[in-house]
């Protein structure tokens, strides 16, 4: 079947060629002819460009905070570092069997088994995701020697059934894959955390035997009307053995954001009378930043009181910690760690961040 399209396809454009060098009191219409070979390639590709079903697993990887760090960039600076860090995780994709299926400014769509798929593709998907972290500090020590500031990538990996097959026309078309395991990779890395590696459930379900894994949580997810479960991954056996990186200790994704709180200081167990008014600028499951109108020091005892009342629930009674303080414009910005905080009031908190993770991936 190509082959017969080859071959009308070839005589349709002889055809037009023949048509455009007649002899004619004006020149052909470019505009025209563009639209008729376009036509003609086509009606001949309608059936070499076909698509399928198949078992796919999907990488996504995204760099975490690269907008930030991109405002204080150049927009050379910020291409030369775009460029280093996607030239060497092209490399390594390919290294591995692995097709680029698209850039997306910072972030990376790889494909294991499509267009073409072999034995072992889920394998060689967790290989990949691994030696891709590992190279992160390479990149890192290349930005830095040029005065920049590092960068950190999450990944996420989902392995399922995918329609794949060309998009588009004769002017522009491309290989892809669409579905809701598309969705769901990417749901899963935008829970990875900087450094991390999260795997779908089919993903280590495939994969249990020759794989380690550390933290699993439990996320609610656009499209899903039960939690879906995402597996850190630490370690493959296949197909040789390699080992990801270690990384900063996290207990969940940060958000940005911009709330009022207000804190009182401790003296030993005891609470001081005294509320400070700042705001929180990042949160997580397990801690935030807050911004402080006075100096703490590392290592003080606050109790916190902030409310998410636009989700029905009032956070109170949360005590912290404070780990690392540092100016700012505003004040102090002080990074604190929940030290208590009441089953209720963590539920709403946790909930209260992966809403705000969900709404960014749409």
């Known amino acids: 079947m190509q082959e017969a399209n080859k071959v009308i396809l070839t005589?349709?454009?002889?055809?037009?060629?023949?048509?455009?060098?007649?002899?004619?009191?004006?020149?052909?219409?470019?505009?025209?002819?563009?639209?008729?070979i376009g036509r003609a390639i086509d009606a001949a590709l309608a059936n070499t460009q076909?698509?399928?079903?198949?078992?796919?697993t999907i990488l996504l990887s995204d760099l975490r905070g690269f907008?930030?760090?991109?405002?204080?960039?150049?927009?050379?600076?910020?291409?030369?570092?775009?460029?280093?860090?996607?030239?060497?995780?092209?490399?390594?994709?390919?290294?591995?069997?692995?097709?680029?299926?698209?850039?997306?400014?910072?972030?990376?769509?790889?494909?294991?088994?499509?267009?073409?798929?072999?034995?072992?593709?889920?394998?060689?998907?967790?290989?990949c995701a691994i030696d891709m972290q590992n190279a992160m500090a390479d990149i890192n020590r290349q930005n830095m020697a040029h005065g920049m500031a590092p960068l950190y990538m999450g990944i996420g990996i989902n392995t399922g059934e995918v329609v794949a097959g060309h998009l588009g026309s004769a002017l522009h078309s491309e290989y892809t894959v669409i579905g809701d395991q598309v969705n769901l990779?990417?749901?899963?890395?935008?829970?990875?955390?900087?450094?991390?590696?999260?795997?779908?459930?089919?993903?280590?379900?495939?994969?249990?035997?020759?794989?380690?894994?550390?933290?699993?949580?439990?996320?609610?997810?656009k499209g899903?009307?039960?939690?879906?479960?995402?597996?850190?991954?630490?370690?493959?056996?296949?197909?040789?053995?390699?080992?990801?990186?270690?990384?900063?200790?996290?207990?969940?994704?940060?958000?940005?954001?911009?709330?009022?709180?207000?804190?009182?200081r401790l003296s030993g167990k005891a609470v001081l009378p005294q509320k400070i008014e700042g705001h929180v600028v990042d949160i997580s499951?397990?801690?935030?930043?807050?911004?402080?109108?006075?100096?703490?020091?590392?290592?003080?005892?606050?109790?916190?009181?902030?409310s998410l009342s636009f989700m029905g629930a009032d956070l109170a009674e949360i005590y912290a910690k404070v780990l690392r303080v540092s100016v700012v414009p505003e004040g102090y910005e002080c990074r604190v760690e929940f030290t208590s905080i009441d089953s209720r009031a963590a539920l709403a908190l946790k909930e209260f961040v992966d809403g705000i993770v969900e709404v960014n991936k749409l």
Do not use: C, W
């Open 185 to 221: 990779a990417s749901r899963v890395e935008a829970h990875s955390l900087r450094g991390q590696i999260l795997l779908s459930e089919n993903s280590y379900q495939l994969a249990r035997n020759f794989i380690e894994v550390g933290d699993v949580n439990e996320v609610k997810v």
């Open 285 to 306: 499951y397990g801690g935030m930043y807050i911004v402080s109108p006075v100096l703490m020091e590392s290592f003080d005892d606050i109790k916190i009181t902030i």
């Open 224 to 264: 899903k009307r039960t939690a879906v479960r995402m597996y850190e991954l630490l370690s493959t056996r296949r197909p040789r053995l390699l080992l990801a990186p270690a990384r900063e200790t996290r207990n969940s994704p940060r958000v940005d954001v911009d709330m009022p709180l207000s804190f009182q």
């Open 50 to 56: 076909e698509v399928d079903s198949r078992q796919v």
């Open 67 to 127: 907008t930030a760090l991109a405002e204080k960039l150049t927009a050379l600076e910020t291409v030369e570092i775009l460029n280093r860090y996607l030239n060497s995780m092209t490399e390594i994709i390919i290294a591995h069997g692995g097709t680029i299926d698209k850039f997306i400014g910072d972030a990376i769509m790889a494909l294991f088994g499509a267009p073409i798929g072999r034995e072992g593709d889920l394998e060689a998907a967790l290989a």
């Open 11 to 36: 005589q349709q454009l002889l055809d037009l060629i023949r048509q455009a060098s007649q002899p004619s009191p004006r020149p052909p219409d470019e505009a025209q002819l563009r639209l008729q």
